[in-house]
């Protein structure tokens, strides 16, 4: 392996563990969240179906953007710093549709509280784990780093077409398991809403109502 290849694995390596520390400590603090609260409104009424609905939708959104990103930055088989595709419009494409994924996960819960709570810890993480992703990217790619720095934004894309390419190399081993990880989500919103019914219904205690 050469060193050109080294330093790309090494970024990789760098976002993948990033990426790792978010999910997890995301999980644990909406899971205490989700636990200790309740809103407010019927569990028949229009906002749960408004905001079912909703999440739902972002969920969705979520998921197909991580697979389209996961595709470039973790099957492509070059040695360059990964520019095109989601990474075109975005340096982090797959925080920011983890982000949709968690917005909509935490919206089955029918809480707008609940639901701003998560996704601004969400972001206020990713920011601090995307700064130390950088640091590491500029040591690795230098001035190639800094151009792609200066043009695309770092979390919330472009409005425009993405920059596309012919051909993507990717294996199915890995598109199987960026597939399974990303449905994770799906089984997340549909457990937030079991647990929002069951609280509602008065199966399960809680400590706090929100509206």
Not at 43 to 48: A, I, Q, S
Request: a positive charge.
């Amino acid at each position: 392996m050469n060193t050109q290849d080294g330093s790309n694995s090494a970024a990789q390596g760098w976002r993948s563990m990033g990426r790792i520390i978010v999910s997890r400590l995301l999980a644990v603090l909406f899971v205490a969240i989700l636990l200790l609260t309740e809103h407010t409104s019927d569990v028949h009424g229009l906002n749960d179906l408004f905001m079912g609905a909703v999440g739902l939708l972002l969920v969705h959104f979520g998921v197909r953007g991580r697979i389209w990103a996961t595709l470039f930055i973790g099957g492509r088989k070059d040695s360059s710093l990964v520019t095109c595709g989601p990474y075109s419009l975005c340096r982090n494409p797959l925080y920011f549709y983890s982000g949709l994924a968690v917005m909509g996960v935490a919206a089955a819960s029918g809480s707008y509280v609940v639901t701003l709570i998560v996704t601004s810890i969400y972001w206020v993480i990713c920011h601090f784990t995307i700064a130390a992703e950088e640091r590491k990217l500029r040591v690795l790619y230098g001035k190639a780093f800094e151009d792609y720095f200066a043009r695309v934004p770092r979390l919330f894309p472009l409005l425009g077409p993405a920059q596309e390419v012919n051909e993507v190399s990717f294996s199915p081993k890995r598109f199987h398991h960026t597939y399974r990880d990303a449905t994770w989500f799906i089984v997340a919103w549909l457990a937030v809403t079991a647990i929002h019914i069951l609280k509602a219904r008065g199966a399960l205690t809680y400590l706090l109502e929100l509206p």
